[in-house]
């Protein structure tokens, strides 16, 4: 369960709303995934609702960031993670029920993107909300992008991202031996001893 608090504000309304309902939709799934059982048909359903609305989301943001004039270099880096979600995403979704695991793919799916929307929102949103401030304020988008790792993080906000890295790498390391297990299955397939 992802609860919304003030750490998350990048004080621009309207993409705290967007993030406050991609929270909103995320906090759906976990009921629906529990002790390795798996509710197939409104996992699919939320997961389309949350897919569409994230990819709004990036597209708006993406927009926000031209109207604002942000650095280009800032531009691209946000774009491919937003793109890299997707992707992910999608490619967890493809393997949701054709693997013997099921529920523990599902709660890792649960996971992966309550820790990539925390560390995304508390990473580069807030450095992109940053730079909209400081460009406002007169800056030129490149002192903007410049001075884009001042952004002040308390330590309640520091212990949340350091966690979801922490999780996201956990992950990404059970990916990890997930496909080299199955390349050694292969491997000892076509080479029998
Ligand atoms: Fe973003």
């Known amino acids: 369960m992802l609860t919304w608090s003030d750490h998350f504000s990048v004080k621009i309304e309207s993409v705290d709303i967007q993030h406050k309902k991609l929270f909103e939709l995320l906090n759906l799934l ?44 800032h531009i691209n880096v946000h774009r491919m993670e937003h793109k890299s979600f997707i992707y992910d995403i999608q490619n967890m979704q493809e393997h949701l029920y054709s693997e013997e695991e099921v529920g523990d793919i599902a709660e ?51 212990h949340l991202m350091l966690d979801s ?3 996201l790498w956990h992950l990404s390391m059970d990916r990890c031996h997930k496909l080299e297990a199955k390349l050694a299955a292969v491997t000892a397939a076509k080479h029998p001893k």
Not at 37 to 61: K, N, S, W
């Open 165 to 167: 890295v922490l999780d």
């Open 108 to 158: 890792k799916l649960v996971s992966f993107i309550t820790s990539w929307l925390i560390y995304h929102i508390l990473g580069i949103d807030r450095i992109m909300a940053a730079q909209i401030f400081a460009i406002h304020h007169g800056a030129t988008p490149e002192q903007a992008y410049e001075a884009r790792h001042a952004v002040n993080y308390d330590a309640a906000t520091t």
């Open 30 to 73: 976990p009921e629906n995934v529990t002790e390795g059982v798996c509710r197939q048909a409104p996992i699919d359903a939320i997961l389309t609702e949350l897919m569409a609305y994230a990819g709004q989301h990036f597209v708006d943001e993406e927009l926000l960031m031209q109207h604002h004039h942000l650095d280009p270099r």
